[in-house]
């Protein structure tokens, strides 16, 4: 391996499991197109993965052999180094609180960034870009009542907010409540009317 190659590696190892790794992140390393060529020769080496254009991971290694990172830690690194908003998808929250029993066949989470996709070995992660009302509450449980009710859709929100809302505690219920302003007016006004307590 050229020295370049074995720096990156080097590099790299400093770096918790799912932090990208950007060619322009390397820079201080050598040129930009050496960077480049180094990148893709670890690549083909099974060192790195190519997670999009640009954008590397470095492989988990254990005992039982190399494996890609978990797709949990790569979004909470995306989300951490881009300061993006990054939610689990309608579709994963609606399975989580009991509205439907399909468990998502694809990995989607919602992002106030730009749509893309990042390449995990054989899977693909799906951010999609989503309004800010979607992302409401982030990584709280009101948050993801509001993700699954716009999953479900205007015509059978009411009916799984009152199934949901029996599941929440009464500071959830009011969280939900504190964030109809910014919903859509199909699913602010049903939010507006529940009770808490």
Known sequence: MTTLSTRILEFTKELPEGAPIAARALLHLGKRAAVD???????????????????????????????????EKVVEETRVRSGE?????GAAAANRLGLTTQVPVRQVYLTSGPSRELHLGKQIVELKHAPGWQLTLANRRAGEVVRALAWVGPKTARQA???????????????????????PTWLARPVSELRVG
């Open 37 to 71: 060529q180094a990148l893709s020769r670890l690549t083909e080496r099974g060192k790195l993965l190519r997670a999009r254009r640009g954008v590397y991971l470095r492989p988990v290694e254990s005992r039982f052999g190399v494996r890609a990172p978990s797709v």
């Open 85 to 89: 908003t990054i939610v689990s998808s």
């Open 161 to 183: 907010l009152r199934s949901v809302s029996q599941k929440l505690t009464p500071t959830e219920v009011s969280e939900l409540k504190s964030a109809a302003s910014s919903l």
